[in-house]
Structure formats: structure tokens, C-alpha cells
């Protein structure tokens, strides 16, 4: 299987929004109220993380629609990916793998050795996925994540997200 990952567009926003909201029906009954609006976006939420993130769309045999995306952003000596989603219906068939090395590679590109994410403590087959592909949880204690490095993750934090990270190359 061939595989086309691209940084996305501004205009390509809506293949990153649409991506992600086939997955609402995952989180729906397990994300905070409060948090809902990270997992039902809109042109808004495009608008306002297309300015701060790189973000990247995965599609097979290079064409059709595309299948996965997520999003890369350097935060001081470590990267932070955010938004890796896998169409659902999609998933079981290595594209969530294929996302994770790309953006190991970007960081890699960007002199970064360590990877972050959060996924949701009640979301086992994200965090199942996360530690097949090398993560370690990092910070589990929402004050122990809020107050890592001044609060650089507290625009990011979910209710109930679990820190995990990868160390590259080692």
C-alpha cells in the first residue's frame, strides 16, 4: 500500500475537520462537556488551530478521499501532536501507524526527540494504539500536566487526558 501524507491548506481544513468529526461518536459519551467542542469542530475551530499548528493529511494510493490527519506543533524542546484521527471506519489498517512515524519524522527534521500527545483516559483503544506505537504515559495528575514548563500544555488539556510521550531515537 502506497500512502500520501501532505501538509494541508487552509482550503484543506475541511478534510481535517470532517476527519475529525466522524470520530464524535467515540468521545461523545466519554469527553467532558466542556471539551466537546475539540471533537465536533467547525470552520472556526479551522480558522483558530490552522494559525498555531501544522497539520497533515493522509490518503492511500494518493488519491481518493483522505483517510487520516493530524497535527504537529513545536512547544519548546519537545513536539506536540495534536488531532491524530483516522476516519472512522477506517481504522484497524496501519494508517494511525503510518501518521505516527511521519510526524516522528517531522520532529526528527526539527532537531526534536521527544513527542507528545494527550488521549483520553477512558479512550483504552487510543491509549492501547499510543503504547503499541512507543508512547510511555509521561503525567497523569491534571496539576502535575497543567504546571509542566510554566503551563505551556494548559491550552491543550482535555478533562480527563492522560500526557503521554515517545523519545525518538533512543
Not at 56 to 79: H, M, T, W
Not at 120 to 146: C, H, P, Q, V
Amino acid at each position: 500500500m502506497v500512502f500520501e501524507i501532505i501538509r494541508a491548506t487552509r482550503d484543506m481544513m475541511v478534510h481535517v475537520r470532517d476527519i475529525i468529526n466522524s470520530n464524535y461518536i467515540l468521545y461523545a459519551s466519554i469527553v467532558d462537556a466542556r471539551d466537546l467542542g475539540e471533537h465536533s469542530v467547525t470552520d472556526a475551530w479551522a480558522d483558530k488551530n490552522f494559525k498555531i499548528r501544522e497539520f497533515y493529511l493522509l490518503r492511500e494510493d494518493g488519491r481518493g478521499e483522505y483517510v487520516g490527519a493530524g497535527s504537529f506543533q513545536v512547544l519548546g524542546d519537545f513536539a506536540y501532536v495534536g488531532y491524530l484521527y483516522v476516519r472512522f471506519g477506517c481504522q484497524r489498517r496501519g494508517l494511525g501507524q503510518v501518521l505516527v512515524s511521519f510526524l516522528g519524522q517531522r520532529a526528527m527534521e526539527a532537531g526534536i526527540r521527544d513527542l507528545r500527545l494527550f488521549v483520553n483516559e477512558k479512550a483504552s483503544w487510543a491509549r492501547d494504539f499510543y503504547a503499541r506505537m512507543g508512547f510511555t504515559l509521561y503525567l497523569s495528575r491534571k496539576e502535575d500536566i497543567l504546571g509542566l514548563d510554566g503551563g505551556i500544555m494548559t491550552p491543550f488539556y482535555e478533562e480527563g487526558s492522560l500526557l503521554m510521550r515517545k523519545l525518538l531515537g533512543t
